[in-house]
């Protein structure tokens, strides 16, 4: 059987919602990152104190309080990639026993497809769970990155390189927290494609409602409220 006759296997209804999968995916990363400057996702805004955060980095004494905090940072995108390492293990099992898989399946949504259907709409889940794991890692490695670069900074603030240091470190934290924000948008959207199982309305409704959550957290939430809210300054 060739490629054509495979995807032949494959509902009008599968192709769009795969389709709005990938849309929904990379174009709420796009707009999450390029968020208008009127309105900033948090993910943005979290930037703006990352880099305020190397700022003060300079002048605190001592920096035990920082050094914590990045390793905090690279403690969460360890966990997360070993997390994305056990669903990439399930995965592939699933695509070993294939067959068991399709007959759950077929129990609730009343269908008999080829064991074909059943391995790609596996791996739509193992592909993003990889996607997922690559950028935790990689993230990991910038947290590094930048804790290194943290301690590169003088510890005297008149030193002409402690600024200019320690901006760098802020963007190499900015670009950690990115691909760890992008794996975790890997692993909403690789647990919505396990919906597909289900079938493709199933799959349609798990993706709209992930890329709901997903932009209500960066553009309508309370802690964005929270960011953007100026400081009360009570007189005492």
Known sequence: MDLVDRLSLFQLADLIAVGLLLL???????LIEHSPKKYPSTSNLMAAFRRDWMVQLVTRQPRIFDSQIAGQLRQGAAFLASGSMIAIGGGLALL???????????????QTDPLF????????????AVNAFLKFIWSHRLFGYCAVLMASVPNDPDDP?????????????ILA???FNRGLRSVYFGIAATAW?????ALICATLFTAGVILRREFA??????????????QT
């Open 177 to 179: 927290a990115r691909g």
């Open 197 to 201: 199982l289900a079938g493709p309305w």
């Open 161 to 173: 390189e402690a600024l200019p240091l320690a901006a760098k470190a802020g963007e190499i934290n």
């Open 117 to 128: 259907v059943w391995e790609i709409k596996v791996f739509a889940f193992l592909a993003l």
């Open 221 to 234: 939430s309370q802690s964005r409220r929270v960011l953007l809210a100026k400081p009360n300054h009570t």
């Open 96 to 110: 070993g026993n294939t067959e068991r898989l399709s007959g759950l399946a077929e129990d609730l949504t009343q």
């Open 24 to 30: 929904l995916w990379l174009g709420s990363t796009h």
